[in-house]
């Protein structure tokens, strides 16, 4: 007999969510299970954004259920809302570190502020994140001298310093380079492997979707239209998601050379 599915941790049913006269979701299904990381992929303006902004509340549905955990955003209070937030890690386009803070300073921040632990508790937790993301010798640098993926790095360990069961990335990789579009995917592995965190991952980026991905999803016109493993993502005949992939090769080979054009898609 087969296993039964992890339960669900991050869901969204029949989620519509228009502005103005713009409806950006138009009836998204999604279920992100424990343990598990969702790569969510889809051309630019598609509303991976806004989708993501309705798991952590700050964005609230026309129509349609989003739960957390099991619990129904829409039957939360501050409250409720903040209790749900604090299960959540979320690290957007950015990092968007404090200038003035060193790194261990930005990342004791969220303990210093929404906990009550001992100095040196603290100081013990962010030396612990700061060793898991590689950032040790960078304890008592600036954010102006640190590289970026030294940034993405420092930003992640503050959004796991509250120990965070669910993870939250919208687009990690924006406007970084090869490596270190790959030091993020690995950030993205520690955060799966270390934390046994459930995930949901905005990435445009194809490789590192088949690279972190447990199951990737395509958002196309509004709706989630193929969401399964990396392998059957890359067999699928949708037609959404055979342009989608199509496109990202082209757009690959035209920036690599043509070598890299007949290139399979990893996974
Ligand atoms: N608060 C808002 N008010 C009005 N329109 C919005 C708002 N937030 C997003 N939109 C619109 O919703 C659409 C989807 O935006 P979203 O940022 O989710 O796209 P995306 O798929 O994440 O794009 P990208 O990959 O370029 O970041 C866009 O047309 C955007 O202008």
């Not at 993301?133 to 420092?154: F, H, N």
Request: charged share 25%.
């Amino acid at each position: 007999m087969s296993e039964p599915a992890p339960r669900a941790v991050i869901e969204l049913l029949d989620v519509h969510k228009s502005f103005g006269p713009q409806q950006v979701l138009r009836g998204v299904d999604l279920v992100v299970r424990e343990g598990t990381t969702c790569v969510l992929m889809g051309v630019s303006g598609s509303g991976k954004s806004v989708l993501m902004k309705h798991v952590d509340g700050l964005l609230s549905p026309d129509r349609g259920t989003v739960r957390v955990d099991g619990e129904n955003l829409a039957d939360l209070d501050t409250q409720g809302m903040a209790r749900v937030r604090r299960k959540l890690g979320i690290l957007f386009q950015g990092g968007a570190l404090f200038d003035s803070l060193n790194v261990e300073d930005n990342v004791a921040f969220p303990l210093r502020e929404l906990t009550r632990l001992p100095e040196r508790e603290v100081r013990a937790r962010v030396d612990r994140v700061l060793a898991l993301v590689g950032l040790e010798d960078a304890a008592t640098q600036l954010p102006a001298e640190l590289s970026g993926g030294m940034l993405k790095r420092a930003a992640f360990a503050r959004a796991i310093v509250m120990e965070p069961r669910i993870l939250l990335y919208d687009d990690p990789t924006a406007g970084l380079d090869p490596l270190k579009t790959q030091s993020v995917a690995e950030v993205i592995l520690t955060g799966k492997h270390q934390l046994h965190a459930t995930s949901l991952v905005i990435s445009p980026d194809v490789a590192t979707a088949f690279q972190v991905g447990d199951s990737l999803a395509l958002l196309h016109e509004g709706r989630i239209v193929e969401h399964t493993t990396p392998e059957a993502f890359r067999d699928s005949r949708h037609p959404a998601v055979r342009a989608f992939l199509h496109d990202w090769l082209a757009r690959r080979s035209r920036h690599a050379g043509p070598s890299s054009a007949d290139a399979p898609i990893p996974g």
